[in-house]
T-cell receptor
Framework: GAVVSQHPSWVICKSGTSVKIECRSL??????MFWYRQFPKQSLMLMAT?????????EQGVEKDKFLINHASLTLSTLTVTSAHPEDSSFYIC???????????FGPGTRLTVT | DQQVKQNSPSLSVQEGRISILNCDYT??????FLWYKKYPAEGPTFLIS?????DKNEDGRFTVFLNKSAKHLSLHIVPSQPGDSAVYFC????????????FGSGTQLTVLP
């Protein structure tokens, strides 16, 4: 079964509004979660690393004030896209590791469309 | 500069034959490599991995080969099945990177019945 869930799976919002995406680890506690973005026919690009109880670490070129990440518990990390623009339309995916494993488990993704 | 490269955006193979997906990397610090399979509008699912101390890892129909001197790895699927049709990403982790994955651009595999 799935070990990581995301909600919503699909969202359409108007330009200028904010959208929150939730990522939950279902079977284990996740001190670290990763947020990726994938544009059509392109690779998954790491946006930020979310650490429980501390500030997220953002990759170069990712605006931290635009993509707000909160990792308030060991099972939940949220990504809020603030003041969304059409160019933010993308597929957002979170992932985490299970225990001491090296393999990442990915959520099913959230398709964001900004009109 | 892409540190993990998958130079073939697509590959078509007949059912029952072998599929070989290739991946090259440039960062010598990478010490763990993974292959993921992804269907449209879904998150990637882990397939198989290999540590840099090995040159081969096998799991059922899937085998990953690593050539460190050439900085090249490949995924072999045999026999290929129509359900294997998906995008395959190779990914790499470097020691000390907090286990962040660096992905290749993916290869669309189509297995023809």
């Amino acid at each position: 079964g799935a070990v990581v869930s995301q909600h919503p799976s699909w969202v359409i919002c108007k330009s200028g509004t904010s959208v929150k995406i939730e990522c939950r680890s279902l079977d284990f506690q996740a001190t670290t979660m990763f947020w990726y973005r994938q544009f059509p026919k392109q690779s998954l690009m790491l946006m930020a690393t979310s650490n429980e109880g501390s500030k997220a670490t953002y990759e170069q070129g990712v605006e931290k004030d635009k993509f707000l990440i909160n990792h308030a518990s060991l099972t939940l990390s949220t990504l809020t896209v603030t003041s969304a623009h059409p160019e933010d339309s993308s597929f957002y995916i979170c992932s985490t590791f299970s225990g001491t494993g090296t393999e990442q488990y990915f959520g099913p993704g959230t398709r964001l469309t900004v009109t | 500069d892409q540190q993990v490269k998958q130079n073939s955006p697509s590959l078509s193979v007949q059912e029952g034959r072998i599929s070989i997906l290739n991946c090259d990397y440039t960062n010598s610090m990478f010490d763990y490599f993974l292959w993921y399979k992804k269907y449209p509008a879904e998150g990637p699912t882990f397939l198989i991995s290999i540590s840099s101390i090995k040159d081969k890892n096998e799991d059922g129909r899937f085998t990953v080969f690593l050539n460190k001197s050439a900085k090249h790895l490949s995924l072999h699927i045999v026999p290929s099945q129509p359900g294997d049709s998906a995008v395959y990403f190779c990914a790499a982790i470097s020691s000390g990177s907090a286990r962040q994955l660096t992905f290749g651009s993916g290869t669309q595999l189509t297995v023809l019945p």
